[in-house]
C-alpha cells in the first residue's frame, strides 16, 4: 500500500507541475513582454487565457500536501524543517501572485496596474524555483531526517539547476498553450509571437536537461543513476521524443496536439525523477516503507484518492476541456478593442454573438419604433 501511495503523491506532484505550470509560464511571459505600450497584447492574451481556471490548478498543491502529510509524515516532517525558508518563500509568492492577477484587472489607474501586474509577474518567477530548489535538495539527499534548517539544504548546484529546470518547463508550456489560445482567440500575430518562445523554450529546457545529467553526477549519483538505466532512463527518452513532436506541431501551421505532447514533455520528466529514486523517497536515506504512515491511514489515504479519481478527476478534465476549446470566457467586443489599445465602451455589443437577426415583419422605419405593417 506504502508503494500504491508513493507512486499516487508522485502523480499528483506532476498534475501540479503541468497544470500549475502553465499558469507559472504564463507568468512568465507577462514579466517579459516588455513596457505598456509593446506589452498591451500578449498580457490581454494572458488575462484572458488564464482568468477562467488558473484557481482550480492549486487543487493540485492541497492535493500532494494532502498526501505527504498522511501518507508520509516523516517526509513531510524532514522536508519542512530542513527547507522551511524556500518552501516559505514559495508560499509567500503563491499568494501575493494571486493577489496580483486579481487585483490588476479591475484597476483603471495605469500606475496601479503596472504595480500588481509587477507583483503577479516576479512571484510567477519566484515560486516554481524555490519550489524546485526543495526538491533539488530531496533529489541531492541533503533534506534526510533530523537535519536541522539549513542553507546547505536547497542552495547546492542541483537544486539551483531544478529551481532553474522548473521556471524554464513552466515557460515552454505557458508558451505552448499561449501559442493555442491566440490561435482560438483569433490573433495571428500572437500566434508567432509565442510559437517562437516556445521553440527557445525548448531548446533551453533541452540544454539544462544535459547540464543536470552533468551536475547530478557527481552531487546526486543515485538519481543520475536512476535517470540513465531503466524506467527512468525510458522516460528521459520519452521526454525528448515529446519535445521534438511539440517541436515539429509548432512549426505546422494548425499546431495541432502540441499542447498534449508539451505535457507530455513535463510529466514524463517529473516522473523520470521519481522512478530515479526508487526505492527512496530521499534517497539514500528513507525509504518508501520506513517514512510511510499507519497501515490504517494509508488505506484511508487510498479510498480518498479513489473518491477523487471518481468525483473530482471527470470535472477538472471537463473544466480543462470548457477551457481549452473557449466554452468559458468568450471575447466580448469591448475586449477586443482593449486588445487593438482603443477606448472601450461598455454599451459595446458581443461580436461573437450579435443578436438574432431581424426578421421581415420585425424592422422598422427610420426614426420610428413600430413595425412597416403592424397587425391589427
Same mark, same amino acid.
Given at each position: ?23 507559472? *509560464? ?9 513596457? !505598456?505600450?509593446?506589452?498591451?497584447? /500578449? ?21 500532494? &500536501? ?36 486579481? &487585483? ?7 500606475? %496601479?496596474? +503596472?504595480? @500588481?501586474?509587477?507583483?503577479? =509577474?516576479?512571484?510567477? &518567477? ?7 530548489? !526543495? ?6 539527499? +541533503? ?13 547546492? /548546484? ?27 482567440? %483569433?490573433?495571428?500575430?500572437?500566434? *508567432? @509571437?509565442?510559437?517562437?518562445? =516556445? ?30 538505466? *531503466? ?7 520519452? =521526454? ?35 522512478? !530515479? ?5 530521499? /534517497? ?12 490504517? #491511514? ?16 471527470? =470535472?477538472?478534465?471537463?473544466? @480543462? ?8 470566457? /468568450?471575447? #466580448? ?44
Amino acid at each position: 500500500m506504502a508503494a500504491v501511495i508513493a507512486v499516487v503523491l508522485l502523480l499528483g506532484v506532476a498534475a501540479y507541475a503541468c497544470a500549475g505550470g502553465t499558469d507559472y *509560464g504564463a507568468g512568465f511571459w507577462d514579466l517579459t513582454a516588455g513596457g !505598456a505600450e509593446r506589452g498591451r497584447r /500578449p498580457r490581454w492574451l494572458i488575462d484572458h487565457a488564464m482568468a477562467p481556471v488558473w484557481e482550480v490548478n492549486n487543487v493540485w498543491l492541497v492535493f500532494v &500536501l494532502v498526501i505527504m502529510w498522511t501518507g508520509f509524515p516523516v517526509l513531510f516532517q524532514t522536508v519542512f524543517s530542513a527547507m522551511w525558508l524556500p518552501l516559505a518563500l514559495a508560499v509567500v509568492g503563491l499568494v501575493l501572485r494571486g493577489a496580483g492577477f486579481a &487585483l490588476r484587472k479591475p484597476l483603471r489607474r495605469i500606475a %496601479g496596474r +503596472r504595480l @500588481y501586474g509587477a507583483v503577479f =509577474a516576479l512571484s510567477s &518567477l519566484l515560486t516554481p524555483f524555490f519550489l524546485g530548489a !526543495a526538491v533539488g535538495g530531496i533529489a541531492s539527499g +541533503r533534506a534526510v531526517p533530523g537535519t536541522e534548517a539549513s542553507a546547505h539544504a536547497w542552495a547546492n /548546484p542541483t537544486s539551483v539547476l531544478f529551481g532553474l529546470i522548473a521556471i524554464v518547463a513552466t515557460a515552454f508550456l505557458g508558451a505552448v498553450f499561449l501559442t493555442a489560445d491566440a490561435a482560438r482567440f %483569433g490573433a495571428p500575430d500572437l500566434v *508567432g @509571437y509565442f510559437r517562437r518562445r =516556445a521553440l527557445l523554450s525548448v531548446v533551453a529546457l533541452a540544454v539544462l536537461a544535459a547540464i543536470m545529467l552533468t551536475v547530478t553526477r557527481s552531487d546526486a549519483p543515485h538519481v543520475w543513476h536512476g535517470l540513465t538505466h *531503466g524506467v527512468g532512463l525510458g522516460l528521459v527518452v520519452l =521526454a525528448g521524443v515529446c519535445s521534438l513532436a511539440t517541436g515539429w506541431l509548432l512549426l505546422r501551421r494548425s499546431g495541432a496536439w502540441s499542447r498534449l505532447t508539451a505535457v507530455g514533455v513535463v510529466a514524463a520528466a517529473v516522473l523520470a525523477w521519481g522512478a !530515479a529514486q526508487r526505492p527512496y523517497l530521499i /534517497p539514500t536515506s528513507l525509504t518508501v516503507a520506513e517514512g510511510a504512515g499507519a497501515p490504517s #491511514s494509508l488505506r484511508w489515504v487510498g479510498l480518498v484518492t479513489l473518491v477523487a479519481v471518481v468525483v473530482v478527476c471527470p =470535472a477538472v478534465a471537463f473544466l @480543462y476541456w470548457l477551457d481549452t476549446h473557449g466554452e468559458l470566457e /468568450p471575447l #466580448s467586443g469591448a475586449d477586443l478593442q482593449e486588445a487593438d489599445g482603443k477606448v472601450t465602451d461598455l454599451r459595446t455589443p458581443d461580436l461573437r454573438n450579435p443578436g438574432p437577426k431581424e426578421t421581415e415583419g420585425q424592422r422598422t422605419e427610420p426614426g420610428r419604433g413600430e413595425p412597416e405593417n403592424p397587425a391589427p
